[in-house]
């Protein structure tokens, strides 16, 4: 990725090679991620040609009154 580079050769030797060892992390984690969600895609947990998913079913946050805090 950068030859020639004796600041970028400095850093990985004082530092470690962070983008090689990140784009490692983030393929690992896809993959448990993909393992994971496996299952729900079998028991079609997702919207089907069929069956589409309605509005408003997701994730939502709720409003609070003026003055109120959440606890």
Known sequence: MFQDSPIYDRLVAERGDVPTQTRREAERVSRELEYVMRPLQSF?????????????????RTALLPGTLPH
């Open 44 to 60: 079609g947990a997702g919207p089907t040609p069929d069956r589409q998913a309605s509005p408003g079913t997701g994730w939502q």
